[in-house]
């Protein structure tokens, strides 16, 4: 069973960086044909898409509202997919999970987040104004 666990989340003040991780068992990253991603998610809102990558070629996609300021990332050697995040703003806090999808067969990236088929548990991003 693919387990996907985050860590790295803490409080940081407006302006400031984090990185955040998230190390894979039972699936490697260098996994050809899989997106992992991170997403985020405050109460009340849908989770929403802040970047992926591609497992083939690193291949990334960063959202609108974070680019420029975050980067995605993997480490073959030690299976972890990370989020630097950088420029940190209080609409940045949320909870932060980290994804894969299963071998992925469309032709098109995923384009949302019920795509993704292995979660972790989360880590809470707070960014204090």
């Known amino acids: 069973q693919v387990q996907l666990v985050e860590s790295g989340g803490g409080s940081v003040q407006a302006g400031g960086s984090r990185r955040i991780s998230c190390v894979a068992s039972s699936f490697s990253v260098t996994f050809p044909g899989y997106f992992m991603g991170w997403f985020r998610q405050v109460p009340g809102k849908e989770r929403e898409a802040v970047a992926r990558?591609?497992?083939?070629?690193?291949?990334?996609y960063i959202a609108d509202p974070v680019k420029g300021r975050f980067t995605i990332s993997l480490d073959n050697d030690k299976n972890t997919l990370y989020l630097q995040m950088n420029n940190l703003k209080p609409e940045d806090t949320a909870m932060y999970y980290c994804?894969?999808?299963?071998?992925?067969?469309?032709?098109?990236?995923?384009?949302?987040?019920?795509?993704?088929?292995?979660w972790g548990q989360g880590t809470q991003v707070t960014v204090s104004s």
């Open positions: 990558i591609r497992t083939d070629d690193g291949s990334t």
């Open positions: 994804a894969t999808t299963a071998l992925w067969v469309g032709d098109l990236p995923p384009s949302s987040y019920y795509e993704y088929h292995y």
